[in-house]
């Protein structure tokens, strides 16, 4: 059974940086596409979808707000993707979660970073 399982998250202050991390286990299918998607108030509007990556590296950022300060990038020896979130700001703020697509789409568990001071 598939499971991703997501870290990183937390409390920084405005300007700051983090990190988050997913790595899936049980993984017996290929991984193509791997993403993060925000949400700002879970069970309050939809996912936003921040930051994408495919299987030959190709990135994209469809939130506008963070490119060149999000990057994304994958591992595909240890199954993981991470966002590496730069020079943070108040309206980041909310929950971020991990996809990957593989025979169906599996979610992390939704992991809060807050920046604040």
Same mark, same amino acid.
């Given at each position: 059974q598939v499971q991703l399982v997501q870290s990183g998250g937390g409390l920084v202050q405005p300007g700051g940086s983090l990190r988050l991390s997913c790595a899936a286990s049980g993984v017996t299918d =290929?991984? *193509?596409? !791997? +993403?993060? *998607? *925000?949400h700002r108030t879970p069970g309050q509007g939809r996912r936003e979808l921040v930051a994408t990556i495919n299987r030959e590296g190709g990135t994209a950022y469809p939130r506008r707000s963070v490119e060149g300060r999000f990057y994304i990038s994958r591992?595909? +020896?240890k199954n993981t993707v991470s966002l590496q979130m730069n &020079?943070?700001?108040?309206?980041? =703020?909310?929950?971020y979660y991990?996809? !990957? &697509? !593989?025979d169906r789409s599996y979610w992390g568990q939704g992991i809060q970073v807050n920046v604040s001071s």
């Amino acid at each position: 059974q598939v499971q991703l399982v997501q870290s990183g998250g937390g409390l920084v202050q405005p300007g700051g940086s983090l990190r988050l991390s997913c790595a899936a286990s049980g993984v017996t299918d =290929t991984i *193509y596409g !791997m +993403a993060w *998607y *925000y949400h700002r108030t879970p069970g309050q509007g939809r996912r936003e979808l921040v930051a994408t990556i495919n299987r030959e590296g190709g990135t994209a950022y469809p939130r506008r707000s963070v490119e060149g300060r999000f990057y994304i990038s994958r591992d595909d +020896a240890k199954n993981t993707v991470s966002l590496q979130m730069n &020079s943070l700001k108040p309206e980041d =703020t909310g929950v971020y979660y991990c996809q !990957m &697509s !593989m025979d169906r789409s599996y979610w992390g568990q939704g992991i809060q970073v807050n920046v604040s001071s």
